[in-house]
Structure formats: C-alpha cells, structure tokens
C-alpha cells in the first residue's frame, strides 16, 4: 500500500527530479519537473503529518532491513513538521525562482540550477526523517554540496568566494559532526539513534561519550549559524541568487536547529546535555550575545539582504535560547518559531528579491519612495518586517510572547527582558528601511529610472500566499503552537 | 606502553590538527584544501581504526574464521570518501571559476579586491 511507503517516497521523489532534470536540460520543462516533484513532497508531507498525528510514530525500515542491521526512517510529530515547513518553503520559493532565475541565472545553466536546487531539498527532507546518525551526515553532505552549487550561480563574482568559504566551514562543521557520530559509535556501537538513546545512560561515563557530544556540538553550531560561528552566513545570503537565499534562510539552518535538538533531547537527552554537560552555561551566553549583538549589527547595514542574514542570525539566537531553557514550554516557543520565522523570513527574501528585480540593487539607501513604485512589494515587506519585530496579530508576536513566557515560567526573567530588548533594535532595523521606502521623496537631482514598476505576478503571488500563511498563524496561533508543543512532548518524552 | 599502544590514535590527532592548521593558516585556496583533505583523512583513519580487532582477519564468511574485523566502519568510511572526494571536486571547480574571475588564488588579495569593490 503506499500510504505504508509515504517515509520513503518523501526522499525518493526529489531525488528522481535530479536526474531528469539534467537529462531533459530545457529550462521551463526542468522547471515544471522540478515544481511537480516538490508539490508532490508537499502532499507527501501533509499526509505524514496526518498520519503521525493520528496513529504515532511511524519507523520504516528501507529496503525491508529492520534497525539495527538497515537504515531506518523515524517520524514523529517533530520530524513531519520539518518536513512539512522545508518541502512547503521549497515549493514557494520554486514557483518565485521561475522568473528571477531567468533574470539572473546563465542562460543554458537552468537545468543544473534546477537539479541543484532538487539534491539541495533531498538533502534537508533526509536530514529531517532519517532515524540513522551515519545517514545524518550523509544527507548533509548532500544539501551542504548542493548549497555550494546554487550558491555560486550568484551573478556577482563575490558569490563564488562566499560559495568557497562557505564550503571551508561547511565542510569542517560535518567534519566535526562525522567525528562526533564515530566517537558515539565508539563507544556504544549504535548508529540508530533510538539504539543510541537507549545505550547512552549506560556509557555517559565515557571520555567518548562527551567527546562524541563536544565535536556535535560545535558541528551543528557551525551548520546552523549559532553566534560566535555564523560567519559564512551574512556573504552567503548576500550574494546568492535571491531565490536561494529566500530558500536557504527558511529551511537550511532550521532543519541544522534540528538536528542540534535531535542530539541534544532525543539521544543524549535533557539530563545530560543541560544537566551534566552545562549546555548551558555554553549555548545560552552565545544565544543571548548573538540575539543582542547581531540585531546591533542589522541596524548598520547597508544591503537589504546582509541587513536580513544579520537578523537571521539573532532569530537564531532567540530558537536557540528557547532550547536552553530545556522545558516544555521553552522548546514549544523554539519550535514554534522555527516555523514562524522560516515563514517570514522567506516572505522578506521574497521581497527583497522583487525590489531587486526591479531596482536592480538593494543598497537601502537608494531605495528611497519605493511605496508609490512598488506598492505591493513593500507592502509585503512591512507586513513580514511586523512579525520580525513581533508586532501582535503577526507570526513573531505568537513566538516572542511564548519564548518570554516559557523563560519567566523556567525563572530566567532577564532573558525574557533582553528578547524586549533585541526586538527594540529589530524596530529600529526594520523600521529605518520602511521610513526610507514609504516617507523619504525621491532625490530629485537624479533622473528617475525607467520601467520601475511593480514586480511581475509570478513573484507577488508565491510572497502573498506566504503572507497569508503568516498572518493566519498570526491571529490564530493555535495551531501552529498545539502541533509545537505535542513535538516538544515527543521531544522530552524520548524515544518510544 | 598504553600512550605507545595507541599509536593509530596519536596519527589521528596529528594529521588532524595539521590539517586544521593548515585550513585556517594558509591563504592559498589550494593549500586550504589541501588542509580540508589531510583533515577529512584523519577521520578516515579514525573510523578504520576503530573497526580493527586485534588478531582478526577480514570479515569473510568461512570455515575456520573466528575472529574477525568490525565491518561496518570501512563501509561508512567508503561513504565518507566518496562524500570527501565531492566535496574536493566541487571546491576546485570553484576554485577554477574564481582564479578566472578574480586572477589569483591567495585569499588576502581576493579580500583586497573585494574590498575594493565594496567601496565604489
């Protein structure tokens, strides 16, 4: 039956895109098979979640092999909604590729983009579902080469050696983590990590042990941009085709923040990572100094999308935090976010993507009267810019009110006033680009250049569906928060 | 003799830290590489080291064999390799598409030139 084959199909499916894309090399059909597969990952994904939610944990054994001997797929309500947020970011974002893509990308290198784009959501659906720590870092790897690629499709010169360095980092945070899994196997001589989970009490002893969960720690810190190590982040975004970015800044680092929570909660579990391994003494300081900092930093960017990978790095400061707190309600809030912010930091990508397409640039200082221009567009932009700050009726007010909530409730009352704080400093980044965009008049000693109009549908249309995403689990916060927090129970709970 | 005995682990951590140093010290692309490869190699021998049993033979499945070695590291190490060697090819692709953008490989100057061309 195939609903019994959905885990597998999840994967396959993409990964099949690949090839043919290479193989039938005309742009539009690459394009079309592309979208196809990824509407189909959607659906695969909903019915999952479905499943999950009404029968529990689904364990699919690949190719028949049962635990310890094959690789298994683990889905529980965690896993099925990352699944469902990358597969529905790649989805919108493809349709929004179409026409930038064209503007941006060679001629004839379409299909390649295309076949990148589909190994890169390979990667991160394989990430999400797979029960295996080996097959962890085997599809990292494969999102992390493919990243690689679509980054260096960037029309500026500057986006290859973003692409390399990138690569440097990336390279050795999966290093780390390859490490750390061989110190974990090592030392229990399980790959699985419901295995894992169960022999760690028993081994927590071991020098290996702690090792295994220094190098993962670093690894995914790497990978997902915490504080002191986001380095790559800020070039990377900017200088990538603006379609990757809006892709990458929804699902790459979110589903790294999985893995981080997998390891940490599920394997080791909260115990060890935040009682005896003082994660946070650690993981908070750097969330808390990278949510501060960070927001400082946007504040005094001159690119839109550097000022947008900046604040993408405090969001992750705030997911972050909400972990430290290591309760219910802490990583209820960090899940929840993860979702929310994947949404709308998508949605700003996308505009930023328009006003590029239109104005050419993005340097915030020359984006002066663009609300008579580009109504549409900055409007988009102002509703998403919202729910950074955490506006209420908007996505972020729902995560920020619960992660203040879940830091008083834990006792940790400062964190709840610097998370005020940073979002002071998000008015203030957000808020100087809308003054420039809707209040500043044209210059008038310079020419006013043409074909300055609002961006095509096939741009608007993905942005608003995603707006619309947003403002729905803005005002009704419900269901986004009761899906959160059965994960963040399967989460604490351990494995079954 | 424990700090001898475990010879394999000592190469492991030098060809590791070389590695890293040489990635994070030297600014030539190529040689960052190069780094990146000695790095991912430690880890190789790591796993490969774990794997062997002391006096165990090749895991075949015959008569007469007892004692034998830990399969299940090499075939993650093959995989590893192979991700390894991906990762080497993608980053002198690119290495080729800068030097051809850019004119040189020595990140510093690269720096420069995009310094450069922030300002204007």
Known sequence: MIADQLPALQIVIPMLAAPLCVLVKRSNACWAIAL??????????FALLHQVRTDGVIRYALGGWAAPTGIEYYVDTMNAIMLLLVSFISCVTLVFAYTSVKKTVVTGKHYLFYAAWMLCLTGLLGISITGDAFNVFVFLEISSLATYMLLAF????????????????GSVGASFILIGIGFLYAATGALNMVDLAQRIPDAESQRAVLVAFSFLTIGLMIKAAVFPLHGWLANAYQHAPIAVTAFLAGTATKVSLYVLLRFFFSIFGPNYSFGAMLLNVVLLPAA???FLLLSLVAIFQTDLRRMLAYSSVAQIGYIVAAFCLATQSGLTAGIVH?????IIKTALFMSVGCIIYRVGHAHIGSLDNLMKKMPLTVTAFIIS??????VPLTVGFISKFSLIGASLERGWWMVGALVLVSSLFAIVYVGRVVEIMVFRSSRTDTPEPTGMREAPMSMLVPMYVLIGISLWFGISGSTTLSVASEAAAALLGGYQ | MQVLGLYNYWVVIILMMAGLYILIARYNLIKKMIGLGVFQTSIFYLYITMGKVQGGTAPILADGIEQYSNP????????AIVVGVATTAVALALIV???????TIEEDEIKAIESAEQDS
Do not use: Q
């Open chain 1, 338 to 342: 993860i979702i929310n912010h994947g």
């Open chain 1, 288 to 290: 808390i100094v990278g």
């Open chain 1, 385 to 390: 810019g919202l729910g950074l700050i955490g």
């Open chain 2, 97 to 103: 598409r800068i030097y051809e953008e850019f004119d």
């Open chain 1, 154 to 169: 960037g029309s500026d010169r500057r986006a290859l050696t973003a692409s390399f360095r990138y690569l440097i980092m």
């Open chain 2, 72 to 79: 299940l590291p090499h075939v993650l190490i093959l995989t």
């Open chain 1, 36 to 45: 196809v597969a990824n509407v189909l990952v959607v659906i695969n994904a």
